[in-house]
């Protein structure tokens, strides 16, 4: 029995992606470690959901997606016993909730506040449950410098003690006057201005 070549060809064609050439396209194309590819690739489910997410926030935040996908979202499906397909959060209200992390709207701890939110359907079914989850709870992520200014400062005021032992040499001091900004702002102040406005003013 002789087949024609352009039958072959469009059986092909009508064919899903295979698990290993999808896993080799997710590290050559999106950058994923063979070990995040593999995960992400367990089911052609799990795969369908994590380009789903990539193709509303674009391929450089491939990694950033996979993270949530892997960690995140299917630690706590495993934990209630279900499947990707049974998921609270789609991937349009995942991706909304990631590019608020992009845009520096939250921090990754304001992020795991808006994740449960999500997974609980406090947001509701909309695309946009994370922006209404983030203004309903207050969860926006404050950068504006001046406001983390007096919060570093009143902090600075208050624990001379640890202030004297980080300029004695203790580098965990420093740490510890993070960890009281942050508890200070309610885990809103952006880290990273926190971090450089400390050592401006600690000198």
Sequence with gaps: MRIEQHTVDSIRAAMPELPVARRARFEAALGLSE????????????????????????????KMA???????????????????????ISAKQLAGMLARIKDDTLSGKLAKKVFSA????????ADDAADKII????????????????????????????????????EKAFNGLVGQVMKAS?????????????KELLG
């Design 118 to 125: 999500l997974y609980e359907r406090e947001g509701g079914d």
């Design 135 to 170: 203004e309903e709870k207050g969860l926006k992520q404050e950068t504006d410098t001046g406001a983390i200014k007096a919060i570093v400062e009143e902090v600075i005021a208050k624990n001379a003690a640890m202030v004297e032992e980080y300029r004695g040499g203790k």
């Design 186 to 198: 309610r885990g809103s102040a952006n880290p990273q201005q926190v971090n450089q406005i400390l």
């Design 66 to 88: 996979g993270n949530w996908v892997m960690g995140d979202l299917l630690g706590a499906l495993n934990k209630d016993d279900k499947e990707i397909t049974d998921s609270p």
């Design 35 to 62: 070990y995040d590819a593999r995960i992400l690739t367990g089911s052609r489910q799990i795969a369908d959901y994590f380009e789903a997410v990539v193709a509303e926030i674009g391929q450089a935040d491939a």
